[in-house]
């Protein structure tokens, strides 16, 4: 039987993207011109981000997929089976699929920004664990968390591995742990994957690759962002910039005009000078103790760290 998926409706409609063109405009018309990074997951980036992954230089999503292989029977014990399993920015849902045999979850709800592109994930991963309660959620969860009536509130774990916390700012993310915290309910639980400082050199090649599939991650924002506005962003004008800056203790990304030009939109527009960047991500790399210090200072308590002696990398279960 041939079925096709690709139609297949969320279980629960989007929600707060309401205000997504008013935070575009004021990201570009800031004097530092930004796009929020989650802009860069429509279909194609999620895509693209699935391509970065394997890439020989992109090193958190093997390395925390090898924490999880081998420490998988641990982390289960910390876990708890019959959860309800919140996954968090869930994408292909692939790392929690991983562990589905281990932590053999009560329910399992993808969260993704990208809308299209998880229900298809999910779809595909319903054939394979017919016997998981599975709900596809499409919701911007940086701007807030009210997570529907059916998603069962007993035993929640809330699943955010791939080091996207990085994305926030410390006192950001302080905000969105304390946030995830109460979300958690009195008998909730997290299980975070966050990736810690290294060498620049390491970094500085794990985001911006030989291949460029990286730049193209990044320059695809521009196409999303054009849709989403009706602006008129020339592609070929941008390149990609992407570095580690360690007095920040973060990763940059960056689109580069390569020259002067104007750019418009409905009611707008703005001229770039040539060298002129729009900030497109933070990737905070934490050290372990900071980590956990975040964490604790969000009302959680860090009940076991594993890590990757060849490669900083940690995967934290932490207590609500
Ligand atoms: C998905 C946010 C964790 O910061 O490493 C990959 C996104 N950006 N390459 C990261 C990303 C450039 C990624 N996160």
Sequence with gaps: MLTTCTTEKLDVPCTGSAHVP?????GLGARQAAISPKFLYDALGS????AICELPE???????????????REIAHACGI????I???AGNCAKAAALFPLLRPAQYVAVDISTEFVSEALARLRLRFPHIDMQALGLDFSSGLELPESVRAERRLFFYPGSSLGNFTPPEARVFLTRLRRGCGPDGALLIGI?????KAILDAAYDDALGVTAAFNLNVLRHVNR???SDFDIRNWRHVGLYNEAAGRVEMHLE???FQSVRWPGGGRDFAAGERIHTENSYKYRQADAIGLLEQSGFEATRVWTDPRCPFAVIHAQA
């Design 22 to 26: 008013s935070e575009l405009f004021d």
């Design 257 to 259: 005009a390569k020259r």
């Design 195 to 199: 990736d810690l400082a290294k060498d």
């Design 82 to 85: 019959g959860s309800t399993l």
């Design 228 to 230: 989403l506005l009706g």
């Design 47 to 50: 895509k693209l981000f699935e």
């Design 87 to 89: 996954d968090l920015g």
């Design 58 to 72: 992109y090193y958190p999503t093997r390395t925390e997929a090898g924490i999880f292989e081998r420490h998988g």
